[in-house]
């Protein structure tokens, strides 16, 4: 693979560049691992070796089709790149969750690090998952119902729309739009799309996201600021702007030797963060760093509101729920969601600024006869123990979530969870002779499957 020389050019001057080792990975394939989900990631079948530095992280020897795995539609685990699951050690080492947590990941699509931030907090801490382009917010939203946590809510917004909400975040992760210079063996356009110019212009637009979310951390709160770009422009030269302009240090993060990531400095502030070079770690090109806000930072009040009353609701969905001090809010017309109710200022105040697109737990809508399940209740880690399922194989599974007839109609009438290894996948309403399938449409495996995978 034939490097931009402007690149490797700037690389010969950072400490800790190994230019043979990292020249030889780029000759090689990218590494494909997962992350497994912490309670129900006990039921996928996967293996691998583990990831030193998250201790859900897996490297797979290959890459399976996983369409083909029924245990990936059920949330089992996420597909993610190794480097930037550091951010489970950066996070354990920087943050301390004490259960009331505002955290913010701003540029959240396709939902690695939210997955990730989901499966350390709290389940009383709030996550807001924040994506500015429409069309991968609804795949955001997507992988985070699968992941399954009430507390992981959706908006679709620019970053200068939380301005406004001076103080309210105790974290924000900035997993900022970048060159993606560290992903050039597993995209070959971030290769031929390179130049000097798109760094500088990466580089402006790092600096507008974090002055525009700036107001909204609290003093002494948090962001993690992250790229998959190898620039200095984009990292290092990145800390010393925010320490030129704001109140602020980076925290330092203990590492072990054998794991061949990189300690840097910024050149003039000697802001501290963290590379990953292919070759010396097994993974792709990533940067990090917690940049801690040392200056005073107003406060947002958020003030409870009298709620709806909500006690049809509770009674209707109970079967459905694992019990849990719930308050329920009507999401749109007839469509209603569960939250903790703990969060229930939060969204009173949140749902006034920005763009939602989840918040809590959709659990469905009622009609004159019966309550329809929403589809989230099936992958929730929330969901009741109680509901009535039926158990399918992986034929089985692969065909409902083909949308197609699976051939288990049940005598008994009435709502069913389809579960394949012990995880929820959706729901079927059993009619006597038949059933109907309630997977959404938009979430149905759109790939044929081939025979000799349906054993
Ligand atoms: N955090 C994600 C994950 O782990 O799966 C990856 C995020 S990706 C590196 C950067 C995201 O920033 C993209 O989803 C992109 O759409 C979004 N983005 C692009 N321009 C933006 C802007 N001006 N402000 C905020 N986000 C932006």
């Known amino acids: 693979m034939l490097l931009p020389a402007p ?25 494909t691992s997962v992350r497994l989900h912490p309670t129900k990631g006990g039921n996928s079948n996967i293996g691998g070796e583990p990831i030193p530095w998250c201790s859900d992280g897996l490297y797979l020897t290959t890459r399976p089709v996983f369409t083909l795995d029924p245990a990936y539609h059920g949330g089992a685990y996420y597909v993610q790149e ?8 950066e996070w354990q080492s920087t943050i301390e969750d004490n259960g009331a947590l505002r955290v913010l990941d701003l540029c959240a699509a396709p939902g690695g690090k939210s997955t990730l931030v989901a499966s350390l907090l709290k389940p009383t801490s709030l996550l807001l998952s924040n994506e500015v382009i429409r069309s991968r917010a609804s795949i955001l939203e997507e992988n985070l119902v699968r992941w399954g946590n009430t507390n992981s809510w959706v908006t679709c917004n620019d970053p200068r729309d939380f301005t406004k909400l001076t103080g309210y975040f ?8 970048c060159s993606g210079s560290g992903l050039f063996r597993k995209d070959i356009r971030a290769l031929t799309n390179w130049t000097e110019d798109n760094v500088a212009l990466c580089s402006g637009r790092q600096q507008r996201i974090i002055a525009d979310i700036w107001p909204s951390l609290k003093q002494d709160g948090v962001i993690i600021y992250a790229t998959c770009s190898f620039s200095m422009e984009e990292d290092e030269q990145i800390l010393d702007w925010v320490a030129g302009e704001f109140d602020a240090k980076t925290l330092a993060v203990p590492l072990q030797d054998e794991w061949g990531i990189v300690e ?9 963060g963290y590379r990953f070079f292919p070759g010396k770690i097994n993974g792709e090109g990533f940067f990090i760093a917690a940049i801690k806000k040392t200056g005073e930072a107003g406060s947002l009040k958020t003030q409870r509101v009298k709620a709806r ?9 109970a079967h459905l729920l694992a019990p849990k001090d719930w308050q329920y809010i009507e999401w749109s017309k007839d469509m209603f969601s569960a939250i903790d109710a703990a969060h229930l200022p939060d969204w009173q105040m949140l749902q006034k600024a920005l763009y939602f697109r989840k918040a809590g737990l959709n659990i469905g809508s009622p009609t004159a006869k019966e309550w329809i399940p929403a589809h989230a209740i099936a992958l929730s880690i929330d969901a009741s123990a109680g509901i009535a399922a039926i158990n399918v194989n992986r034929d089985q599974a692969l065909q409902f979530l ?19 290894n012990n995880l929820g996948l959706g729901w079927v309403k059993c009619l006597g002779n038949r059933s109907n399938n309630y997977l959404p449409k938009h979430w149905r495996i759109r790939m044929e499957i081939p025979d000799d995978d349906m054993l």
């Not at 700037?10 to 590494?31: K, M, N």
Request: glycine content about 4%; cysteine-free.
């Open 7 to 31: 690149l490797l050019n700037e690389l010969r001057t950072v400490p800790g560049f190994d230019e043979a080792s990292f020249l030889a990975a780029h000759e090689q394939e990218a590494v």
């Open 82 to 89: 190794a480097s930037s699951m550091f951010l489970s050690h």
């Open 170 to 177: 105790d974290v924000i992760v900035i997993d900022a739009p």
């Open 264 to 272: 840097v400095q910024s050149p003039e502030k000697e802001m501290k």
């Open 309 to 317: 009353d909500m006690a049809k609701v509770a009674a209707q969905t």
């Open 402 to 420: 083909k949308r197609e007839d699976f051939g288990t109609p049940e005598s008994e009438k009435g709502w069913r969870l389809i579960k394949f």
